[in-house]
């Protein structure tokens, strides 16, 4: 079916920049929309970033202008380019696809709301 591992987390001083990607595995036709979600320990998941099939972006009012969001269909990758971190920011952030379609058993399937395992994002103040 389809795997989502994230990568590209870890300790930023605040004002540094991170890269996260998430790599989707499989046999993957297409994916439609890609996001990337977070949450640290306690709170509920919060919305980041989304970018659709057709490249539309979608960003939380409290990353924009400072989070960049990018896919790379080629890889069935989504990046999340994080710049001017705050210390708000650190979170366990998780990779998110809605929707892909795969081929397994001998015919293509579609499936629904995959999730990676998170990554590490701390920024020091």
């Known amino acids: 079916q389809v795997q989502l591992v994230e990568s590209g987390g870890g300790l930023v001083q605040a004002g540094g920049s991170l890269r996260l990607s998430c790599a989707a595995s499989?046999?993957?036709?297409?994916?439609?929309?890609m996001g990337w979600f977070r949450r640290a320990p306690g709170k509920q998941r919060e919305f980041v970033a989304q970018?659709?099939?057709?490249?539309?972006?979608n960003y939380a009012d409290s990353v924009k202008d400072r989070f960049t969001i990018s896919r790379d269909d080629a890889k069935n990758t989504v990046y999340l380019q994080m710049n001017s971190l705050k210390p708000e920011d650190t979170d366990v952030y998780y990779c998110h696809v809605d929707r892909a379609t795969y081929y397994y058993g001998g015919h293509y399937s579609e499936g629904y709301d995959y999730w990676g395992q998170g990554t590490q994002v701390t920024v020091s103040s």
């Open positions: 499989g046999s993957i036709r297409s994916i439609n929309t």
């Open positions: 970018i659709t099939k057709g490249g539309s972006t």
